[in-house]
């Protein structure tokens, strides 16, 4: 019997003990407010800044900081927060971590890290690097549809002021991290230094309009629907506000092209996931969607988008995505371009395209912008 005992543990315990990920804060800044929470935001929970199930336990007697995480992912990245986007790890330059990464394939161990500075206090500013062709349209543009305001950007063309031309406009979400690595949380896309480097090239240029995020809204306003874990279900107002609110003034404000054929709209992670929902939603308004390594995971009911009236329009989407972002993020990508094919988009106006090196971060998406913006505006 106690042989049958030993036996069953080891069968049965044996892979579930082996399933367990244990990373362990040896040091921290000693500028880290004492009654802050700190947090693993990360593929294994969508890269919640704030998930109460994944926050370190300090042990009085060490000082060290511990998070045993259940049944990992395969294979994954994350960061260190203490609660929000704005105050993740950093280096004690103020330059951004690069994402941390992870191996369960032959079992998980243990991982000490130490987290050198924090960003919102290191003491230490980054140098701005939005070009001259950026500019703030306002602070404090007020949503109606959600009751809050928001900082909105805004990328005019090198000509722009030197011609009476019109220009198609692409919308992006987490304005902070679009054009400037200063206000980046994890490193910028550089869309204005591509965009201006295309124009010296012969390129005609567009108009972008950068939404910044809000902090720990982002969750609920990049999901139309609830995720019974994160959040969710603010995406709907969000994706109208974009649609009736933002883009009237937009137009009114700014020499754009107004019409459907001329209007994109591009985002990462969550922020793919809303601009999938929101152009599916709203084809009269949109023709053109960049979703770049989507959380399409967060909500199930995204698969059923390409069913809608987008179908009845002309469409094209770039996806894609990262061979090692972890969590199901490719497996994801793929079934979406499966039912986009299904639901009768064609293949030449669909990209999907997996790159097998690459995780899940701003450096990754702000390389393939060009590939994105180039394919989405073939003219």
């Known amino acids: 019997m106690r042989w049958y005992l030993s036996f069953l543990f080891l069968v049965v315990g044996g892979p579930w003990l082996e399933a367990q990920m244990r990373v362990v804060i040896t040091s921290m800044p000693q500028a880290t407010p004492p009654g802050d929470s700190i947090f693993l935001a990360g593929s294994d929970n969508g890269w919640n800044p704030a998930d109460k199930t994944f926050v370190f336990v300090k042990d009085a007697l060490t000082g060290h900081y511990t998070l045993t995480i259940e049944r990992p992912g395969t294979a994954g990245e994350f960061k260190i927060t203490r609660g929000s986007w704005k105050t993740v790890e950093c280096n004690v330059d103020g330059s951004n971590v690069v994402n941390r990464k992870y191996d369960c394939t032959g079992g998980c161990n243990v991982i000490n890290i130490k987290v050198e500075a924090w960003h919102d206090i290191s003491g230490r500013k980054r140098k701005a690097t939005a070009s001259p062709n950026v500019h703030i349209v306002t602070d404090s543009f007020y949503m ?76 609920d306003e990049y999901s139309p629907w609830k995720n019974s874990k994160y959040g969710g279900g603010e995406g709907q107002a969000y994706a109208a506000f974009i649609v009736k609110t933002l883009k009237p003034f937009v137009d009114k404000h700014f020499r754009t092209k107004r019409d459907r054929k001329n209007t994109a709209i591009m985002g990462s992670s969550m922020g793919g996931l809303i601009s999938m929902y929101t152009a599916m939603t709203y084809p009269d308004v949109f023709s053109r969607v960049g979703a770049f390594s989507s959380s399409y995971w967060f909500a199930e009911q995204s698969f059923v988008l390409p069913y809608g009236e987008c179908k009845k329009r002309e469409m094209r989407y770039f996806l894609m995505v990262g061979g090692k972002e972890g969590y199901t993020q490719a497996e994801d990508m793929d079934k979406m371009c499966y039912h986009l094919l299904q639901s009768g988009i064609k293949a030449a106006d669909l990209s999907c395209i997996t790159f097998g090196n690459e995780g899940h971060t701003e450096a990754f998406w702000a390389r393939e912008f060009v590939r994105a913006y180039k394919w989405l505006f073939e003219r």
């Open 144 to 219: 109606p549809e959600l009751g809050r305001s928001r900082r909105i950007l805004i990328y005019l063309p090198p000509q722009y002021a030197l011609n009476k031309a019109r220009y198609p406009v692409v919308y992006m979400h987490d304005g902070q991290n679009v054009f400037d690595d200063a206000t980046s949380y994890a490193g910028e896309w550089r869309v204005d230094e591509t965009l201006d480097s295309l124009n010296k090239a012969g390129d005609k240029g567009c108009i972008v309009v950068a939404i910044d995020n809000g902090g720990d809204k982002r969750l």
